[in-house]
């Protein structure tokens, strides 16, 4: 089992919830952050006085999938989240241990 997380532009997340249904994904989690990578975030203007927005809102996915969905997921969230700007986001893939769901007990693959 892996993890993806993808931090993503909030105006693109219906498009990458659809192309990861669409891919057979049925699960994930959204949480809105905020954060900066190479874009540093920029100046805006507020009742005449001008200030630095560090933080940019972003939205942060997390799924956890079967080995084999992998290529295929992160194939989607780039397709669907790409503008070719700068701040597109980031994915990133990590090893997940066990999955347990709380209802049946069930685990492993069995209780994605």
Do not use: C, N, W
Request: charged share 30%; hydrophobic share 45%; net charge negative.
């Amino acid at each position: 089992m892996k993890k993806i997380e993808a931090i993503i532009k909030p105006f693109k997340l219906d498009e990458v919830k659809e192309a990861l249904q669409e891919v057979g994904i049925q699960g994930l989690s959204v949480v809105e952050v905020k954060g900066f990578g190479r874009q540093k975030g920029h100046t805006e203007l507020y009742r005449g006085a001008e200030y630095v927005v560090d933080f940019l809102p972003k939205v942060k996915l997390e799924i956890v999938i079967a080995d084999d969905q992998v290529d295929a997921a992160i194939a989607a969230i780039i397709a669907a989240a790409k503008t070719d700007k700068i701040g597109d986001g980031k994915i990133f893939v990590s090893p997940v241990e066990q999955a347990i769901r709380i209802r049946t007990g069930e685990t492993g693959d069995d209780a994605l």
